[in-house]
């Protein structure tokens, strides 16, 4: 193995990052506005399922920021130590 540090990534690399980080979020916000409805309304069932909605909200809310911000960190340039 050489220490050569790896060439940077094309446009179309960047491109294609960029959509993964973001559908990451918009994917965790849309498992959180799910878990929020089926725990406060009637849509499951009468009263709510909390026991549903809860951990919903909880992978949601994971997704949306724990997710997103390690794709960030992992594809950054230069890559910190």
């Known amino acids: 193995m050489s220490d050569l540090p790896e060439p940077l990534p094309g446009e179309d690399e960047w491109r294609r990052r960029f959509i993964i980080i973001n559908l ?38 994971f997704i949306s920021f724990a997710v997103a911000n390690f794709l960030v960190r992992r594809w950054r340039t230069p890559p910190t130590p």
């Open 24 to 61: 990451a979020r918009i994917g965790g916000t849309m498992i959180v506005v799910l878990g929020l409805a089926l725990w406060q309304s009637d849509l499951a069932r009468p009263g709510g399922w909390p026991a549903l909605g809860i951990p919903l909200v909880a992978l949601g809310l």
